[in-house]
């Protein structure tokens, strides 16, 4: 009979149906797309910096050293930050995602993926001054574990080199460490360490007080073509980040005030 709904309901639900299928199609092709353009980068850093079990010796970091020696200043600027009665926001809320952190694990950004976040980068003049001009800059700012937190055995979803400068860490020494893969580094005051956020890591906060490090997130030194590529894909998988500043400056706002 005329109007009665067929097999696939009536017609309003078959366009539904077939604009879900397509927006499903649509998105399997972005994720291969991605997949694709994470395994070129790989294949790119892999020719010049093989991914190892082990972290990365942070003198090998041309940009490294400069960094460490600003630890006075970043260390007198975190205090100065912490003396404010700050309130610093939640990684999963600044991030967009949840990182899967069992405790209090906050953040303070100052630049990501091509943007400062104009705010805390002006509470923080010389921190924001020791990675200006870091090249293939991504990511710069603090994270906080606060005691008791434990992150759990994870990766990045691409090839990047962290750095990490504790900042402000507890004792005893050994308390605040970081596993990368079959490694176990411990972060104290002024000390940097590296590692590719590819590679398996897990952290712990096992003292009763808050760890304060730096961290740094650069794109790898690829030479020449190889370089270009690397940039390019780089910019296209931070898509999803480029919020992360909006955000870090709207979080900040709403738990600062600003004081």
Request: proline share 7%; charged share 25%; aromatic share 8%.
């Amino acid at each position: 009979m005329a109007g009665e709904p067929g097999p696939w309901g009536r017609p309003g639900g078959i366009i539904r149906a077939v604009n879900a299928r397509r927006r499903q199609s649509a998105m399997e092709r972005i994720e291969n797309t991605l997949s694709k353009l994470v395994d070129l980068d790989r294949w790119l850093i892999d020719r010049h910096f093989p991914l190892t079990n082990r972290s990365i010796d942070p003198l090998s970091i041309p940009w490294a050293p400069q960094v460490a020696a600003r630890w006075p200043d970043i260390r007198r600027e975190l205090d100065q930050l912490l003396a404010t009665g700050i309130q610093m926001p939640d990684i999963n809320e600044v991030m967009g995602e949840e990182l899967g952190a069992e405790g209090p694990w906050t953040t303070y950004i100052l630049y990501s993926f091509g943007s400062w976040v104009e705010g805390n980068a002006a509470r923080c003049p010389a921190t924001a001054d020791a990675v200006r001009d870091i090249p293939g800059l991504e990511i710069a700012g603090f994270t906080v574990l606060d005691g008791g937190t434990h992150i759990p055995l994870h990766r990045g979803p691409f090839r990047a080199l962290r750095y990490q400068l504790g900042v402000k860490v507890p004792e005893p020494v050994g308390a605040c460490r970081l596993q990368v893969a079959d490694e176990v580094v411990v972060w104290e005051d002024g000390k940097s360490l590296a590692f590719d956020d590819a590679c398996e890591h897990e952290a712990w906060n096992d003292s009763d007080e808050a760890r304060y490090v730096f961290f740094v997130q650069t794109r790898w030194p690829l030479p020449g073509w190889e370089g270009v590529v690397h940039t390019g894909i780089h910019k296209v998988l931070s898509l999803a980040a480029r919020s992360v500043p909006a955000k870090a400056t709207e979080l900040d706002l709403a738990l600062n005030g600003w004081r």
